[in-house]
C-alpha cells in the first residue's frame, strides 16, 4: 500500500471513505482556486490603474477583514438556511463582486467594498464545504482525509493564476475569477444527499490563548500577517522582476511557492513530532526569513530562475510552521478544549492577516523595486524565530509520549478545527452522502 500511514488509497474500504467527499473536495478546490485568482487579479489591475502600494495593501487587508468577518458569522447563517443554500448564496455573491470590479477603476473605496464582500462569501462557502466534510468523515479516518483534502485543494491554488495570466487582458480575467466561484457551486448545488448539522467550534480569545500557548499565538499572527501579505501582494513584486511578463511569472511565483510549502509541511511537521515544537517553529521561520530576505535582494540582480528557488525556499519554511503552531498548542490543551483552541488560533491567524497587508504595503512604498514585501516577511520571521526561542528557552517542553500527532491545520475556517482528528469528535448520524436522496428542508417544504 502506498502513501503516509493512516492513509488508504485503495480497497472497498478507502474508496467507501473518500466517494463520500470527493465532491466537496472538488468544490472547495475549484473556490481555492477562484480566491488565488482574485488575489493576482487585484494586484496586477490596481498596478496597472497606477494604483499605489499602498493602497494596494489595503485592499488586500479590507479582503481579509471580510474574510475574518465572514469566519465568525458563517456558522450562524449555515444555521438559519442549510449549508447547500448558504454555498450557493455566497458563490453568487463572491462572482457577483468580481464582475464589478472592472467598474471600480482606480478607486479604492469601491475595491475595498467589493474585495470585503468577497472575503465574506469566500470564508462563508469555506465553513460551509469544511463543516459538511467534518461531519461526513469517519473519525477514524479523519487525519487521512484531512492530508487529502489540504493536498488536492492546493493544486487549485497552484492552477487558476495560470489561467487567469492567459485571459488577465480585457475583463477576461474578471470573468475567469466569476466563472470559478460558480463552479465551485454547481458539485454541492447538483448534489441530492443529505446535509449535516453545522460543525463549528467556538474559539478561545486572546488571553486564553496567550496563557496556554504564547508561542503559537505568535506563530500565528505572524503567519497570518506574513503569508497573508504574500498571497495578496506578490504579483506586485513578481512585476518588479518580469515587467513585459508580469502575469505568467506571478502565475509561477505562486506556484513555486505552494509548491514548496507542501514539500516542506511533512518533514517539519514530522519533525516536530520528536523535538520541541517551538524551536522548530523557529528553525522554519528562520528558514523563510532567510529566503525572504534572498528574494528582497533579487529586485537588484533580477535572476528569475533563483528567484523560483527562493520562492519555493520561503514556502517550505514560511507557510509550513502555522500547523507546527496549532500542534504546539494543541499539546497544551486537555483533550475537550482542542478545538476550541484551534479556532481562536485561526482567530488570531485572522487578525494577523488584516493587519499584515497595511504593513506589507507601507514596505513597498518605501523601498522601490518590490523588495519591500519580503523584507517586511523577512524582519518579521526573525523576529518570531527570536521569540519562539526565547520562550524555548525559559520553559520547558511537553513531553514526547504526551503530546497529539502532528496533523495538517489549513488556515480556513472554524469547521477545520471539528476536522482535526485531535480534537474529541462529535459522534453524528451523518449518512453516506451517496447514499439516497436528501430530504426536503423546512423551508423547502413550506414554499
Given at each position: ?5 493512516g492513509l ?20 472547495l ?5 477562484a ?8 494586484s496586477?489591475?490596481l ?8 493602497g ?11 474574510f ?12 438559519r438556511i ?15 463582486a468580481?464582475?464589478m ?11 475595498s467594498l ?9 470564508a ?11 461531519n ?5 479516518q ?7 483534502y ?20 480585457g475583463?477576461g480575467?474578471f470573468?475567469v475569477?466569476?466563472g470559478?466561484f460558480?463552479a ?13 448539522e453545522?460543525?463549528?467550534?467556538k474559539?478561545?480569545g ?5 496563557s ?6 505568535f ?7 506574513v503569508?497573508?501579505s504574500?498571497a495578496?501582494?506578490?504579483?506586485v ?6 515587467p513585459?511578463d508580469?502575469?505568467a ?7 513555486a ?27 522554519a521561520?528562520?528558514?523563510?526569513a ?10 537588484a540582480?533580477?535572476?528569475?530562475f533563483l528567484?523560483?528557488l ?5 514556502g517550505?519554511?514560511?507557510l509550513?510552521?502555522?500547523?507546527v ?8 490543551a486537555?483533550?475537550e478544549?482542542?478545538?476550541s483552541?484551534?479556532?481562536g488560533i ?26 519591500g ?12 524565530a527570536?521569540?519562539?526561542?526565547s ?16 496533523s495538517v ?15 474529541e469528535?462529535?459522534q ?19 414554499s
Open positions: 500500500m502506498l502513501g503516509r500511514p488508504v488509497l485503495s480497497g472497498h474500504g478507502g474508496f467507501a471513505v473518500y466517494r463520500n467527499i470527493l465532491v466537496l473536495v472538488a468544490a478546490t475549484l473556490l481555492q482556486g480566491m488565488a485568482a482574485l488575489a493576482m487579479v487585484m496586477l489591475k498596478l496597472a490603474n497606477g494604483v499605489a502600494e499602498t494596494i495593501g489595503l485592499v488586500a487587508s479590507a479582503y481579509s477583514a471580510g475574518l468577518g465572514g469566519t465568525l458569522i458563517a456558522p450562524h447563517e449555515i444555521r442549510g449549508h447547500i443554500r448558504t454555498f450557493t448564496l455566497l458563490a453568487g455573491i463572491c462572482a457577483l468580481a464582475l470590479l472592472p467598474i471600480a477603476g482606480r478607486e479604492i473605496v469601491i475595491w467589493l474585495l470585503a464582500l468577497a472575503g465574506v462569501g469566500a462563508g462557502m469555506l465553513t460551509a464545504g469544511e463543516s459538511w466534510i467534518a461526513a468523515a469517519p473519525p477514524q479523519r487525519g487521512a482525509i484531512l492530508g487529502f489540504h493536498m488536492v485543494s492546493k493544486t487549485g491554488a497552484i492552477a487558476a493564476p495560470f489561467v487567469v495570466a492567459a485571459a488577465l487582458s475583463l480575467a470573468m475569477v466569476a470559478l460558480v465551485a457551486l454547481l458539485p454541492v448545488a447538483a448534489t441530492n444527499r443529505s446535509q449535516p453545522l460543525v463549528a467550534a474559539p478561545f486572546p488571553r486564553r490563548l496567550l496556554l500557548a504564547p508561542a503559537s499565538v506563530a500565528a499572527l505572524c503567519a497570518g500577517a503569508n497573508n504574500v495578496q501582494l506578490y504579483p513584486f513578481a512585476t518588479s522582476i518580469r513585459d508580469a502575469a511569472f506571478s502565475a509561477q511565483l505562486n506556484g511557492i505552494l509548491a514548496g510549502a507542501m514539500v516542506g509541511l511533512w518533514p517539519i511537521g514530522l519533525l516536530s513530532d520528536r523535538l520541541d515544537r517551538r524551536i522548530v517553529i523557529a528553525a521561520a528562520a528558514i523563510g532567510g529566503a525572504a530576505i534572498g528574494l528582497a535582494l533579487t529586485t540582480i533580477n535572476i528569475p528567484t523560483l527562493l520562492a519555493a525556499l520561503f517550505a519554511g514560511s509550513s510552521y502555522y500547523a503552531a496549532v500542534a504546539n498548542a494543541a499539546d497544551r486537555a483533550p478544549e482542542i478545538t483552541m484551534m479556532a485561526l482567530v488570531i491567524w485572522g487578525i494577523g492577516s488584516v493587519i499584515g497587508p497595511l504593513i506589507a504595503g507601507a514596505f513597498l512604498q518605501l523601498l522601490p523595486g518590490g523588495g514585501l519580503f523584507l517586511f516577511a523577512g524582519l518579521a520571521l526573525a523576529g518570531l527570536v521569540a519562539c526561542l520562550r524555548a528557552a525559559i520553559s520547558a517542553p511537553v513531553p514526547t509520549d504526551a503530546r497529539e500527532p502532528f491545520s489549513p488556515a480556513t475556517s472554524l469547521a477545520i478545527a471539528e476536522f482535526d482528528p485531535r480534537g469528535p462529535e453524528s448520524d451523518q449518512p453516506d452522502l451517496f447514499a439516497g436522496p436528501m430530504p426536503a428542508s423546512p423551508q423547502e417544504t413550506a
